[in-house]
């Protein structure tokens, strides 16, 4: 029997139980036998279109809370994710949204997304705030000055190199996690638990 057999079979036993059903009272509820119920709970058959749909009705639960609840690796998506932050090259918040959307979207559905992107999500909200408080040093300076102009030069080579880093960082996290590699983001403030 495959993991993700074994998975489905647990989420429908899982909801049952957590609705106070029987196997009998599923049975009637759902309008199928009580040996389909049975043969489903323990991996026997999968529940597919009708039976799966009838289910989902008797629980309250919709089709895919009974199947895609279970964690897939998906390399793809980690993949995607961490060049998402790329982003940020058109505009810093962008590669905190794109990453954000993928991370609520996948967090619970493929594995190492989780910790993958909350690590990529500390670490952009932290580069993020260091850029703009060095561009707000240099904008505010062009109002009140209070740093010469041999200073300014240095947040135009800071901010460079706040932009030259962060995407060698992500490549070389992509590259990492293709090798089945830890990624690592540093510096980043642990916003995200």
Do not use: H
Request: with cysteine; charged share 20%.
């Amino acid at each position: 029997m495959e993991n993700s057999d074994l998975s489905k079979r647990k989420r429908a036993r899982e909801f049952r139980t957590r609705k106070g059903l029987t196997q009998e009272e599923l049975a009637e509820n759902s309008g199928l036998s009580l040996r389909t119920i049975q043969r489903i709970e323990n991996g026997e058959v999968m529940p597919r279109g009708d039976s799966l749909k009838r289910i989902a009705v008797a629980l309250q639960v919709t089709p895919d809370d009974l199947i895609e609840w279970q964690v897939l690796e998906n390399k793809n998506v980690i993949t995607m994710l961490n060049l998402s932050q790329l982003g940020f090259l058109v505009f810093p918040l962008i590669g905190i949204i794109i990453p954000l959307v993928i991370w609520i979207q996948k967090k619970d559905k493929v594995k190492n997304v989780q910790d993958v992107g909350r690590s990529i999500l500390n670490f952009q909200i932290t580069w993020t705030l260091i850029l703009f408080l060095f561009l707000f040093v240099f904008v505010f300076n062009m109002f009140i000055p209070i740093v010469d102009t041999v200073s300014i030069s240095w947040i135009y080579i800071i901010v460079a190199g706040l932009y030259i880093y962060n995407c060698i960082l992500i490549i070389l996290n992509t590259i990492r996690y293709g090798r089945s590699m830890i990624v690592f983001y540093k510096p980043a403030f642990r916003l995200l638990q």
